[in-house]
């Protein structure tokens, strides 16, 4: 392969997934939103991010909103419609016990389990196993809850803020300020030497053998390009050439887009990874990374990343270029 015969996505990324209408002049409407309530289906999330799962965790399993509450909650957010039935989520407390992940799944935490034996998992594990409906209501349910903890008071008087427009607005109890969910950007960057090695690397607090390709948050007043080029020189210590775009991912953890790029860098520069950031990073064959694509992402030295996320696109599509 040379420079210039670009490789693409292996396919369009999880939790890039959607299907349910959003509708900016519903969220708006009270009673349009008591109506949808009526006809509604509710998603509970817990504070570690998961929600009640069936069929293998293959399908989410939301609540009726009516066996929830007659009336609309005022806590209750507006995550589409989708033929004809609003999905709506909630924050849960419901009491739950630690169980194994489901198999496919792709998660440094545990799922957990209810006293009535119902599963429950995390958009991480179980995204890539739903289809295009439920991956989007997840991943924008687990979006919406982010903000929302993380923005409970007003960043101009430091008053408390309240939900309005069915959960996509704040408003400040003191002097008024409207606020609206961040999203954080952040570079993926799958770094190859132009043909047949791929640049992995791995965190410390990652399970052994695990590699991913590198990543950082855009900075205040930088370009993604020039990002891409300051987070690969940080994190590995090398420079990189033929920035080039591939797709974006929301990830919801707490609040980040993934926007993911590829670049070309010379393999036999001195690689110097990052102290306390990466713990190891080294050229990885095509031959190797396909054998562990058929293996299902996985050889005894070398765990890919789950096909949760875009980085599983990325090296997949780059591995496919032979």
């Known amino acids: 392969m040379t420079v210039g015969d670009s490789f693409q996505l292996a396919g369009l990324p ?7 209408a959003r509708d900016e002049t519903a969220r708006k409407d009270p009673q349009r939103l008591d109506r949808l309530w ?12 998961r929600t009640p799962v069936r069929d293998g965790a293959t399908a989410l399993a939301p609540r009726q909103a009516l066996e929830i509450a007659d009336d609309r909650p005022a806590e209750a957010m507006l995550l589409g419609e989708q033929d004809d039935v609003a999905y709506w989520v909630l924050p849960s407390t419901e009491e739950l016990r630690p169980v194994a992940a489901p198999p496919g799944a792709w998660s440094l935490w545990a799922g957990a389990e209810s006293a009535a034996g119902e599963q429950w998992h995390d958009l991480r594990g179980i995204g890539s196993l739903l289809d295009d409906t439920a991956a989007g209501l997840f991943t924008t349910a687990v979006g919406l809850l982010n903000w929302h903890a993380r923005a409970k008071f007003c960043a101009s008087c430091g008053s408390p803020v309240t939900p309005i427009a069915a959960g996509w607005a ?3 109890t003191g002097c ?3 606020e609206y969910p961040r999203t954080d950007p952040a570079v993926i ?7 047949d090695q791929v640049l992995l690397a791995r965190q410390p607090i990652w399970p052994a053998h695990r590699y991913s390709v590198l990543a950082g948050f855009v900075e205040t007043g930088e370009s993604l390009e020039a990002c891409v080029e300051r987070e690969i020189a940080e994190e590995v210590g090398i420079q990189v050439a033929d920035i080039r775009y591939l797709g974006s991912q929301p990830w919801p953890f707490p609040r980040s887009i993934m926007i993911g790029f590829a670049a070309t860098a010379d393999p036999a520069a001195p690689l110097v990874p990052a102290e306390g950031e990466i713990e190891h990073a080294h050229w990885v064959s095509r031959a190797q990374v396909t054998e562990a694509l058929s293996n299902g992402g996985q050889l ?6 789950g096909e949760t996320s875009i980085a599983r696109q990325m090296i997949a599509g780059w591995a496919a270029r032979a």
């Open 176 to 178: 008024g300020r409207e």
């Open 300 to 305: 005894p030295d070398l765990i890919l990343p």
């Open 38 to 49: 009526k006809s509604g289906q509710v998603l509970l999330v817990d504070k570690h991010g």
């Open 189 to 195: 960057c799958l770094v190859h030497d132009g043909a």
């Open 14 to 20: 999880t939790l890039s997934r959607a299907t349910a």
């Open 170 to 172: 704040s408003k400040c």
